[in-house]
């Protein structure tokens, strides 16, 4: 669990960055990598939350 919750604060701090530079530099590639940050981050959370239930169930 902890494995996955660092990689979540990786991509979550990789979105925030990315975000910011096409925020305020209209950085289209970063606009890129923002969005496949995002979906990663989805994909993430869902795993968390599987992990999560089945932790509540033992």
Do not use: P, V
């Amino acid at each position: 669990m902890k494995n996955l919750l660092n990689k979540i604060q990786t991509e979550i701090e990789t979105f925030n960055s990315e975000a910011q530079l096409q925020a305020e530099n209209s950085n289209k590639a970063a606009g890129t990598r923002a969005r496949k940050a995002s979906l990663n981050l989805e994909k993430l959370m869902k795993e968390f939350r599987k992990e999560s239930l089945e932790a509540s169930k033992k």
